[in-house]
C-alpha cells in the first residue's frame, strides 16, 4: 500500500527542516475550549494522540502566551509553570506515536473583553477603536468587546517578551516547535493591517513599520529556540474580527521577504477564498506570489478537501497542506486520503462546547479490516 500511497501528493514524504513527514497532511490549529481555566486537560492526550501518525505534523490549538492574552472561554496558556506541566503529557502521546507537534503561540488583542483580562482591565491592541458585537461561530452566541487600550510604545517590549517566554515554555513542555498566530484579526494583525493600525509612533503608518511588531516577535522567538524550530500563521487577504488592509499582496509579500531574513523553517498561509472562517467564495487573488517569495517551507490552508489538497502539492503551490474541520471530524484523515475512503461529516455545533468527550474524541476511525 505504501507504494499507492506516495503516488498520492498529500501523502508523498517531506522533510520540513530535520523533521522528516510521512505526509503533507497538517493538523490544522483549532481552537476547542476545553482546557478549563485555561489549563489544558488530560482528555487533550486522546484528542491529539488520535489524530497522530508516525511523522505527521500536527499543530496545537491556540496557546495564549499571556494572562492579557485570552478572549475565549478555556482556551489553553503556556505562561504558568501549572501549564506547562499540563502540556508535557499531551506532548509526550503525540510523541509516542512518531508525531511532529508545534505549539500555536497567541494573543489575541482586541478580540476580547474585560471579564478575560486580570483585574478587568481593557484589552490591549494596536489601537482604541473597538469591535462591534459578532455572532459567535456557532450561530448563536453573540460575543461583545470592550474597547480596547492603545499599547503604549514602551509597552511593546513586554509583549515582544510574552512571545519569547512563551517559546521557552513551549520548549520546555517538550514541543518540536511554535507557530507564531500571526492571523485572523488578533493582535499581530491588529498591528499589520491599515484599517486597524491608527498608530502615528514607529509602529504605524507605513508597511514597515506596521509590521515592525510581528517581526520583533518572530526576531525574539528565533533568538530564543532557533528559527528551524519557528513558524508563522498569516492571513493578509481574510477580513476576521473587522481586521482588513487596503493592499493585502503587498502586506503578504513585505511579511514573506522579512521573515527571510530570520530564515524560520515555514510560513503558514490562509487562502484569499477565505474571507470568513466558514465560507469559501471564488477569489482573483492567489497565494502563489508569497508561496515563490518565500525561502522556507510553505504550508497553504483553508478550505481545502483531498483533490484540492493534492493538485495544491502536485502543482508546487503549497509544501504541506492544513486541514481543521475535516481532520477533526476524521482523526485517520490521511489514512482515508489514501484510501480515498468516505469522510464522517462534521458537527459545527459540537465545535467550542466544553465536553470532554463530545464532539472531541468520539469522531469515528475507519473499520479497516486485515
Known amino acids: 500500500m505504501a507504494s ?15 523533521f522528516n513527514l510521512s505526509h ?27 489524530r497522530t501518525t508516525k511523522g505527521g505534523f500536527l499543530l496545537t490549538e491556540a496557546t ?31 510523541h509516542a506515536k512518531g508525531g511532529i507537534f508545534f505549539c500555536q503561540i497567541w494573543h489575541v488583542g482586541r478580540v476580547s473583553n474585560s471579564g478575560f483580562q486580570p483585574n478587568g482591565q481593557a484589552p490591549i491592541s494596536s489601537t482604541d477603536k473597538g469591535l462591534t458585537p459578532q455572532v459567535r ?15 503604549r510604545t514602551d509597552e511593546i517590549p513586554q509583549i515582544v517578551n510574552d512571545f519569547r517566554l512563551a517559546a521557552r515554555n513551549a520548549m520546555e513542555a517538550g514541543f518540536d516547535g511554535v507557530e507564531i498566530h500571526g492571523a485572523h484579526g488578533y493582535l499581530l494583525e491588529q498591528f499589520m493591517k491599515d484599517q486597524v493600525n491608527d498608530r502615528t509612533d ?31 500563521r498569516l492571513s493578509p487577504f481574510a477580513n476576521y474580527a473587522e481586521c ?15 521573515l527571510n531574513k530570520y530564515n524560520i523553517l515555514y510560513c503558514h498561509m490562509v487562502e ?28 497553504a490552508a483553508g478550505g481545502y478537501d483531498r483533490k484540492d489538497g493534492n493538485n495544491a502539492v502536485a502543482e508546487n503551490r503549497a509544501d504541506l497542506v492544513a486541514y481543521g474541520r475535516w481532520f477533526l471530524a476524521n482523526p485517520d484523515l490521511p489514512k482515508r486520503f489514501e484510501l480515498d475512503a468516505p469522510l464522517n461529516k462534521y ?20 473499520e479497516v479490516s486485515s
Open 4 to 18: 499507492e500511497a506516495s503516488a498520492i501528493p498529500l501523502l508523498k514524504p517531506y522533510k520540513l527542516g530535520k
Open 24 to 50: 503533507r497532511v497538517v493538523l490544522a490549529p483549532l481552537t476547542r475550549q476545553r482546557s478549563y481555566n485555561n489549563v489544558p486537560q488530560p482528555h487533550a492526550i486522546l484528542y491529539y494522540s488520535q
Open 64 to 94: 495564549g502566551v499571556s494572562d492579557t492574552a485570552q478572549g475565549y472561554t478555556d482556551t489553553p496558556g503556556i505562561w504558568t509553570k501549572e501549564q506547562v506541566e499540563a502540556w508535557k503529557p499531551i506532548v509526550d502521546a503525540v
Open 137 to 151: 461561530s456557532n450561530g448563536i452566541d453573540v460575543a461583545q468587546f470592550t474597547p480596547p487600550r492603545r499599547l
Open 202 to 232: 514607529e509602529y504605524g503608518g507605513s508597511v514597515e513599520n506596521r509590521c515592525r511588531f510581528p517581526l520583533e516577535v518572530v526576531k525574539a522567538v528565533v533568538d530564543e529556540i532557533g528559527a528551524e524550530r519557528v513558524g508563522i
Open 244 to 258: 482588513l488592509d487596503s493592499n493585502p499582496k503587498e502586506l503578504g509579500l513585505y511579511m514573506v521577504n522579512s
Open 272 to 299: 484569499p477564498r477565505m474571507k470568513t472562517p466558514w465560507e469559501k467564495e471564488v477569489c482573483p487573488h492567489s497565494l502563489v506570489p508569497m508561496r515563490k517569495a518565500f525561502n522556507g517551507s510553505f504550508i
Open 347 to 366: 458537527h459545527r455545533e459540537t465545535f467550542y462546547t466544553s465536553d470532554p468527550v463530545i464532539g472531541y474524541t468520539d469522531y469515528p476511525f475507519l
